[in-house]
């Protein structure tokens, strides 16, 4: 654990990436009493590199159970709703793709080989608006 006393109580932390300029952090904390919270951080970068502009949520064990309902059932209204037709599982290929050419890059340089050239931009993956658990 981290030596710094204002992050004493960080047991867990989660880094979700998402886009160029947005990150989420989802951090279980331990109160002084052994018990646990969960904060969630929105972290923007701002538009003229004048640092982050960050927004955090508490959320405590008791509400944990109505907050996952109330999120799951917003976000199922959006998918089947709203938005049926959209596919929601690109993130996901894409996230893999960009991973296994990652992998693939990292393999070739570890044995010393491989392809210089790069692809065009348009065939390069958006790795901006990847999620990095």
Not at 31 to 56: A, L, P
Not at 124 to 129: F, L, N, R, V
Request: aromatic share 12%; hydrophobic share 25%.
């Amino acid at each position: 654990m981290d030596h710094d006393p204002k992050r004493q109580d960080l047991v867990k932390s989660l880094k979700v990436r998402a886009g160029r300029r947005r990150t989420y952090f989802l951090d279980v904390r331990r109160t002084k009493g052994d018990d646990f919270y969960i904060t969630m951080t929105e972290s923007t970068r701002r538009f003229h590199g004048d640092g982050y502009e960050r927004h955090k949520i508490f959320l405590y064990k008791e509400d944990f159970n109505r907050f996952l309902s109330g999120l799951e059932e917003n976000i199922n209204y959006i998918k089947t709703e709203l938005m049926p037709d959209y596919d929601f599982d690109e993130f996901d290929r894409r996230q893999a793709e960009y991973e296994a050419r990652k992998a693939e890059e990292e393999r070739l340089e570890r044995e010393g080989g491989g392809d210089d050239s790069s692809p065009d931009d348009d065939e390069k993956p958006a790795s901006e608006d990847q999620i990095d658990w």
